[in-house]
């Protein structure tokens, strides 16, 4: 029998996928527990719609996102930082700053876990960090460290 999955099923399928289950596994646990329902010609039919709607808002966010980065890319970020008299820096500028600074100067709003960036960044000068902001769109963003 050919159910639509409701919700993901360790060891047997994922959310909206078509599998073919036998006839007493489908009638005495998937329906029951509204795990699935059948695959006839209605629910088949709202199981494509939901999918054409999926793929159409993933095409908008995704759209919204490059706009994002194209705006990202024009945009140059400066932190003063304390240095020494040996021109070494005092902590540094971290993705946690860089994401609340995009927030206050330009209304950006960006995840922080988002910015790749392995360590804070402790040289003065300017530098250009990746900000992936959605599947395949990877931003990128300038920073000037410069010392107080």
């Known amino acids: 029998m050919k159910v639509i ?15 073919n289950s036998s006839d007493g596994y489908a009638r005495n646990f998937l329906f029951p ?17 939901k999918q054409q709607s999926n793929a159409f ?3 908008q966010e995704k759209e919204e996102a490059q706009k994002l980065a194209q705006k990202m890319s024009k945009i140059m970020l400066t ?15 971290s993705s946690k700053e860089i994401a ?25 000068g300017t530098k250009t960090i990746r900000i992936k902001l959605y599947e395949g769109v990877i ?10």
């Open 5 to 19: 999955l409701l919700q993901d099923i360790k060891g047997v399928g994922k959310k909206d996928e078509v599998i």
């Open 33 to 49: 527990k509204n795990l699935a329902v059948e695959a006839n010609t209605e629910n088949m039919a709202k199981l494509k719609a």
């Open 57 to 59: 808002k993933k095409s």
């Open 79 to 93: 932190f003063p930082v304390k240095v020494g008299e040996n021109g070494k820096v005092f902590g540094g500028v």
């Open 100 to 124: 609340d600074s995009l927030q206050k100067t330009h209304q950006i709003v960006v995840d922080k876990k988002k910015i790749e960036l392995k360590d804070a960044i402790k040289e003065l």
């Open 139 to 148: 931003a990128e963003l300038k920073i000037n460290v410069v010392g107080e």
